[in-house]
């Protein structure tokens, strides 16, 4: 069965404080990885899809990396308006269509 | 050019009643996708529809039912409504077509069944 767990559930950093979350998975073969990022009480808004292992996507302060078992969301220099909850997903070639979400990562960019 | 579209934004139901909650795609999409978010959580997939016909299913009862339209805009209906059911909607719109699989979120309906 396919899993997506993301970590940390939280982070708060400082403004300029560079970090990464991360996104671990389990699939039987990987149609695509994806990050989407979520305000409070809105719908997720698209940000990267990843194919394939050794694959980076750049987006101003934020690049996706994605591995054979993990994906990373690296923020640069993060501002307050950085601040929602990164969601990961995978969709896998024998699951369909389904995107199996993980239950993201909740950040908080202070002044 | 229009994104995702949802309606209602809110909608309050009393358990046993049934809703309908209605989607419509983002500009030259033609498949939608239906996902339940509770709080805290990642959405969960309930079903696909394309080309007016359900594509594929999560584990969701058979309380939940869907329908596509020819202009492919899609409805979801929920009966004999339980407190569980009280969640963010969210419908998302991908292309079938073109070897993209990234699928756009509309707002979603905030239902609270009471």
């Known amino acids: 069965e396919d899993q997506v767990t993301q970590s940390p559930e939280a982070l708060r950093l400082q403004e300029g404080e560079s970090s990464s979350l991360n996104c671990s998975y389990t699939v039987s073969g990987l149609r695509g990885l994806f990050w989407y990022r979520q305000d409070p009480g809105k719908g997720p808004e698209f940000l990267f899809t990843?194919?394939?292992a050794g694959e980076e996507k750049e987006k101003e302060r934020l690049k996706a990396t994605l591995t054979k078992k993990e994906s990373f969301l690296h923020i640069t220099a993060p501002k307050p308006e950085d601040s929602a909850t990164y969601l990961c997903a995978v969709q896998a070639w024998d699951s369909g269509y389904a995107l199996n979400f993980g239950k993201g990562t909740s950040l908080l960019v202070t002044p | 050019d229009a994104g995702v579209t949802q309606s209602p934004t809110h909608l309050i139901k009393t358990r046993g009643q049934q809703v309908t909650l209605r989607c419509s795609p983002k500009?030259?999409?033609?498949?939608v996708s239906w996902y339940q978010q509770a709080l805290g959580q990642g959405p969960q997939f309930i079903f696909q529809?394309?080309?007016?016909?359900?594509?594929q299913r999560g584990n969701f009862p058979d309380r939940f039912s869907g329908h596509q339209f020819p202009n492919y805009s899609s409805e979801l209906n929920v009966n004999a409504l339980l407190l569980g059911d009280s969640a963010l909607y969210l419908c998302?719109?991908?292309?079938?077509?073109?070897?993209?699989?990234?699928?756009?979120f509309g707002p979603g309906t905030r239902l609270t069944v009471t």
């Open positions: 500009s030259g999409h033609d498949t």
């Open positions: 529809y394309y080309e007016e016909e359900e594509r």
């Open positions: 998302a719109s991908s292309l079938s077509s073109g070897g993209s699989y990234e699928q756009y």
């Open positions: 990843l194919y394939s």
